[in-house]
């Protein structure tokens, strides 16, 4: 039987240099290796010409450099584009980049589908599978990059991360904080810590541990201002209630001077988009430095909520700029090709068994209606 190759994408720098020490090499022969992985996006050892024959030959007898494969892609009116990446025979994920003027940002998965059932969620709507490896969390970024001609330090396309796609990104730490460190690397993607965002809907003991261990942005999924109706919508909550979601917050926020955290909010109609809310969130993020993204909800089929109207989102902002809350309501991008904040869904083979509830909903729902 033959041993399987180890494909590199798995590897941050230190680990990548250990594998070469392994093989009898010096640490540059790694940064050699990564430069033209990331940078040329070049995965052929055969072309990778200042690497000597005799490594390259070595190399390919252990090792291999593997993206995830692209399934299916399409591109937004809006110039928005996802794609679909095949993570093994049976799983999918989807990864989205979103240009704007003066930036490029890629929203990144970091589970097949998610255990965490928030409502408003279509990913929550496929259920769960597994973690992706580093590799697989690297490799969105990697296929997007080469798709964009992105050359790090030069050509910048792809100015931003965020850990916001399928999936709770704290449940798969290790790996999410390996790829975020490659995303980081100059030898990497050279990204500024600042521009590479985990956000998470509340795993208070995880923001913890990853306050000592990595030094990135923080955004947290927060979309109510109370816990009764926190816990409705983000059911997490019940476990992590939101005073004690905002002192892991402030614990964040008190290692990194001049960070704010991003709370996101996204708007549901008659649910939590009302004044008293706004008011309740004032007086919550007066206790961290922060700001608000607000978001207008992205309808998906079978849900039970509805867009809040321009005007009340736009009322609801005034409410939070008039108390000195930095707000910014998020254009909504990507919504022809179901690309937009919420409605990433893949392809799972669910083992929650949440789509068939789902589905059985769904079939009540148009049961009723008839
Ligand atoms: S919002 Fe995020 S954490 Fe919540 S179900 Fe969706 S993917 Fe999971």
Known sequence: MTTPRTNLFGFDREELRGFFAQLGEKPYRADQVMKWVYHRHVTDFAQMSDVGKALREKLQAVAEIVPPSVLFEKQSADGTHKWLLGMDGANAIETVFIPETSRGTLCVSSQVGCGLNCQFCSTATQGFNRNLSTAEIIGQVWVAARHLGNVPHHQRKLTNVVMMGMGEPLLNFDNVVRAMSIMRDDLGFGLANKRVTL???????????????????????????????????????????????????????????????????????????????????????????????????????????????????????????????????????????????????GQVVDRTRRQAEFRRTLERGVADAA
């Open 199 to 345: 956000s998470t809907a509340g795993l208070v003991p995880m923001i913890d541990r990853l306050s000592e261990t990595s030094d990135v942005s923080l955004a947290v999924s927060l979309h109510a201002p109370d816990d009764a109706l926190r816990t409705s919508i983000v059911p997490l909550n019940k476990k992590y209630p939101i005073a004690e979601l905002l002192a892991a917050c402030q614990r964040y926020a008190a290692k990194r001077p001049r960070t704010t955290i991003t709370f996101e909010y996204t708007m549901l109609k008659g649910i939590n988009d009302q004044p008293e809310h706004a008011r309740q969130l004032v007086k919550l993020m007066r206790k961290v430095p922060s700001k608000v993204n607000l978001i207008p909800f992205n309808p998906f089929a079978g849900t039970r909520f509805e867009r809040s109207d321009e005007p009340v989102i736009r009322a609801f902002q005034k409410i939070l700029l008039d108390a000195g809350v930095l707000t910014m309501v998020r254009r909504t991008r990507g919504d022809d090709i179901d690309a937009a904040c919420g409605q990433l869904k």
